[in-house]
């Protein structure tokens, strides 16, 4: 149990929809990161946030969002759900800015239909 | 942009073999990690290795960071059946603020 938590574990919608998936960080942690990982596309880096604030930005699609809130858990908002957006979604922790040494949650994996 | 690749891609072998798979890249990184994940789990990190030339020993796995700082290799002597998983490895630059994943190699050890 790495202390990572994430909620759903698992979702099924219709395209078009819109979710949200939570994470809460580990104890002491105030980097959390969004992964996405499908199969043909392996693990992704979306998005990290810093103590409430965005730090960096990988290869985030404009219909999602997240945001990191005075707790430090976070939330990561799909809109306007595709076929293609069917993938695991890994919430991550670590205890500073810099990304070295990060702690996976268990995932919520997205089916959209 | 940083790139990681990971071979082989995929690897079986029999319980009891050695193995080694290879992580490499054209660009130098702060530092490597490598993560084993299994089916439907988040992946879990297994070493982080930040000075070229570093050898780290975990009981059966040893990892390698290259001199340069742009290559890492994992070894696993006498494989066993719970070693199965994809092997990750990661690394971000020296800002911390681009951080990738290599594609993996999938390894099954079978009895």
């Known amino acids: 149990d790495s202390g990572v938590t994430q909620t759903p574990k698992h979702l099924i919608t219709a395209t078009g929809q819109r979710v949200t998936l939570r994470c809460s960080p580990r104890?002491?942690?105030?980097?959390v990161y969004w992964y996405q990982q499908s199969l043909d596309q392996g693990l992704q880096f979306l998005i990290q946030y810093y103590n409430g604030e965005e730090r960096a930005k990988g290869n985030i699609l404009e219909r999602f969002s997240a945001q990191q809130f005075p707790d430090l858990h976070s939330e990561l908002n799909l809109s306007s759900l595709e076929l293609g957006d069917s993938a695991l979604y890994f919430c991550a922790s670590s205890v500073e800015r810099r990304s070295d040494t990060q702690y996976f949650g268990p995932g919520t994996r997205l089916t959209v239909l | 942009t940083q790139l990681l690749e990971q071979s082989p891609q995929f690897l079986s072998i029999q319980e009891g073999e050695n193995l080694t798979v290879y992580c490499n890249s054209s660009s130098v990184f702060s530092s490597l990690q490598w993560y084993r994940q299994e089916p439907g789990e988040g992946p879990v990190l297994l070493v982080t290795?930040?000075?070229?030339?570093e050898v780290k020993k975990l009981k059966r796995l040893t990892f390698q960071f290259g001199d340069a700082r742009k290559d890492s290799s994992l070894h696993i002597t006498a494989a066993q059946t719970g070693d199965t998983g994809l092997y990750l490895c990661?690394?971000?630059?020296?800002?911390?603020?681009?951080?990738?994943f290599g594609p993996g190699t999938r390894l099954s050890v079978l009895p």
């Open positions: 990661a690394g971000g630059d020296n800002y911390g603020q681009n951080f990738v």
């Open positions: 290795v930040v000075t070229g030339g």
């Open positions: 104890s002491g942690d105030l980097s």
